[in-house]
């Protein structure tokens, strides 16, 4: 076979021929529209993703400079409006657009049935709180659903060893990507739940774009994880990486690790508790012992002799005997100086006291009426000098009338006056009490009487009463 020297061409040439193709073949500028798939931001700054429809794919770069002019930061998954050139990168001859803007032009497609999925099982009550399972703090064994060979398994793994190797671990190896991910992890799930071996899941995978992770947004994945009678951790891609299973489940971590972080005992602590309660048990078990000792000793020390013990109890018999007798006395004297008291009061309340009380009261009492009689009858005695001097000066008239007027007066006087009474030949009778006695029926047979006449006293004794 023979060919043109002129035909052959390096690689180097050959690529950089193309690129000046594209570049000068298209216009500076032009718009194109897709959906946003592995997004990428390095430490360089710059941007690297790949936009893409239904049918095609390229790759794009938006280089620092131009980037930080744009105020919008594009996801996975967003329908964009990207301003950019066709070029072509020379080492790996890959065809791409270098970006100059970029503004949102709408969701994706897969972010549409994302959001779409996810509004719909909400509705359904698939997310609510009151179906979360508790995930148990102590496991006994614990279900792994990932791909055996990827990196989400050796994490959990190893920290799963690294915190308590003790707890054994069952894997369910399923694919995690393409097509067949969503019925291995729906079937794993039920496996699970038929075996009933485990007492918690994990169901996860790495990171990627929403197309790698595609399979946790499944309605499938979805629903049997809520139906899952085992507790269900999501661990799926990166802290940032949100899916329907993390939703559903009944505990989201943000990554394998973070699972395994969650779900299993750090053997590092229960060393610890059991040191703590080795020491405490070790500990109380000496107070024990010491207080048992202690209180040995005291036993021993208060035993004595039964004939020590029983002049004791007899020593304070006779004390108590004391104490009694002496208590006696007291009680006899407080009763003894009572009794005095009462009977002291009950002299001074005795009938012949109280009558002599109620004589000295009654004489005191004639005596005030006498002298008020008296009294009365010597201002009336002045009361008549006085009218007689002025009658004289009035004449005989007045005089006569002034008289006639004062014997009106002291004839009143005198029928008032209990004197008057008793020179009528009347008495006035008291009993022992000195009250005076109005009726027979006051008195009985035998009972003492006083009765007082205009002159004298006379004590009387009743005979019959009638």
Not at 221 to 245: L, N, Q
Not at 306 to 318: N, S, V, W
Not at 333 to 354: G, N, S, T
Request: charged share 20%; aromatic share 4%.
């Amino acid at each position: 076979m023979s060919t043109s020297t002129s035909a052959i061409l390096t690689v180097s040439q050959l690529t950089h021929q193309a690129r000046l193709i594209l570049e000068q073949g298209f216009p500076m500028v032009v718009v194109v529209t897709g959906e946003i798939s592995n997004f990428s931001s390095p430490g360089s700054g710059h941007w690297y993703f790949t936009l893409k429809d239904h049918q095609a794919q390229i790759r794009c770069a938006m280089f620092r400079n131009r980037n930080q002019l744009s105020r919008y930061r594009p996801r996975n998954g967003e329908q964009v409006n990207l301003y950019c050139r066709i070029s072509l990168y020379e080492p790996r001859g890959d065809f791409q657009v270098i970006g100059e803007r970029i503004e949102p032009a709408g969701l994706g497609s897969l972010q549409q049935a994302f959001e779409q999925l996810q509004q719909r099982l909400g509705a359904e009550g698939l997310f609510a709180q009151q179906h979360k399972q508790p995930i148990p703090t102590q496991p006994q064994q614990i279900g792994v659903i990932t791909s055996p060979t990827g990196a989400a398994v050796r994490d959990i793994l190893t920290v799963l060893k690294r915190r308590c190797p003790a707890i054994p671990v069952e894997l369910f190896p399923v694919a995690v990507q393409g097509n067949e991910a969503a019925g291995q992890i729906v079937r794993a799930i039920q496996l699970a739940n038929q075996l009933n071996q485990c007492d918690v899941l994990i169901v996860g995978r790495g990171g990627g774009s929403l197309e790698d992770l595609w399979p946790f947004n499944e309605e499938i994945v979805a629903r049997a994880i809520f139906a899952s009678r085992i507790p269900v951790i999501s661990a799926v891609g990166h802290e940032t990486d949100v899916t329907i299973s993390d939703f559903v489940a009944d505990l989201r971590a943000p990554t394998p690790s973070a699972a395994a972080e969650l779900v299993a005992p750090d053997q590092q602590v229960w060393e610890q508790r059991l040191t703590q309660l080795q020491r405490r048990l070790r500990d109380g078990w000496s107070r024990q012992l010491r207080s048992r000792q202690h209180l040995l000793q005291q036993t021993q020390r208060r035993l004595r002799d039964p004939r020590q013990y029983l002049h004791t109890q007899k020593q304070r018999l006779d004390n108590y005997e004391q104490r009694l007798q002496r208590l006696q006395q007291r009680h006899h004297a407080q009763l003894r100086q009572r009794l005095q008291q009462l009977q002291h009061r009950l002299e001074f309340q005795a009938p012949a006291r109280r009558l002599d009380r109620q004589r000295q009261q009654l004489q005191d009492l004639q005596q005030r009426l006498q002298r008020s009689i008296s009294d009365r009858l010597l201002q009336q005695q002045q009361r008549v000098d006085q009218l007689t001097m002025a009658v004289t000066d009035s004449g005989n008239k007045k005089i006569s009338t002034a008289q006639e007027q004062l014997r009106t007066v002291m004839q009143q006087l005198h029928l008032v006056s209990p004197l008057a009474t008793l020179e009528r030949g009347y008495a006035i009778l008291q009993d022992e009490r000195g009250q005076v006695i109005r009726r027979a029926s006051e008195v009985r047979e035998g009972n003492q009487l006083l009765a007082r006449l205009a002159e004298g006293q006379l004590h009387l004794t009743v005979d019959k009463n009638k």
